[in-house]
């Protein structure tokens, strides 16, 4: 038995390279697994489930065909996606998840997480978070036209870059004591997230024992995928082919 975990592909016919890539992914080592978590930020920016985008199809049948094929696709929004809903995962079958989830993995308990929640340092953004997870707020922006939709996102990541550019490594990271909190209130072994793009697995000492914190890379120059089995946790690249 796997378990697969990815996190910030951004999606987007801009770079085709990762839609390949990933679309290998799903035919090669997802079709070998039991389960498959995607953490956030599979598409560089989603509007709404009516946007008619021709180069996400290809991705929605691969994650159909591996609903069909009975293995589980889990999906947890991101900070780019987070207007994916019920018209993509009735094309996909994938299942939403919180953001926490926690789940059980091979005898040890784990917290997911796209990881965004974490970066409490930054707190314009997460102001901004808290507005637009607002089931409100996102009804409001369903109900624009597409094209104005289309226009507020690209504005909206203009803007993101900028932020991120003119902000401290720090500020923009998670915060320890953040980490630390959500390891404790869910009781778990293994934190895994994503958003971060710095990927690795660090040992986080509570005191009276020891968690690790496995943070996802993006796909920007290569796939990055963490393999749980039996043997435990593994962050591996994935070579661009």
Not at 159 to 164: D, F, N, P
Not at 167 to 172: G, N, T
Request: proline share 4%.
């Amino acid at each position: 038995m796997t378990t697969l975990f990815v996190s910030d592909l951004h999606l987007e016919a801009e770079r085709p390279d990762i839609g390949k890539q990933f679309l290998l992914f799903l035919d090669t080592d997802a079709k070998e697994a039991d389960d498959l978590y995607i953490l956030g930020n599979l598409f560089e920016a989603w509007v709404g489930d009516d946007d008619p985008n021709t180069h996400y199809f290809a991705i929605k049948r691969a994650l159909r065909k591996l609903d069909d094929a009975g293995i589980s696709v889990y999906f947890m929004h991101g900070d780019r996606d987070f207007m994916v809903g019920s018209g993509f995962t009735n094309e996909t079958g994938v299942e939403i998840l919180k953001d926490p989830y926690k789940v059980s993995m091979y005898g040890q308990k784990a917290l997911l997480s796209h990881g965004d929640i974490l970066c409490t340092d930054d707190i314009k953004y997460q102001k901004v978070r808290t507005m637009v997870r607002d089931p409100d707020w996102q009804a409001k922006m369903r109900a624009k036209p597409l094209k104005e939709r289309l226009r507020i996102a690209e504005e909206a990541r203009r803007h993101s870059l900028e932020q991120t550019l003119n902000q401290s490594l720090q500020i923009v990271d998670v915060n320890q004591d953040a980490v630390e909190t959500m390891i404790r209130e869910y009781n778990v072994d293994v934190l895994v997230h994503g958003h971060t793009h710095r990927p690795g697995i660090h040992t986080i000492d509570l005191g009276n024992r020891k968690a690790k914190r496995i943070v996802l890379g993006d796909w920007f120059l290569k796939g990055s995928v963490v393999r749980w089995d039996s043997r435990g946790p593994r962050l591996e690249e994935l070579p661009r082919p």
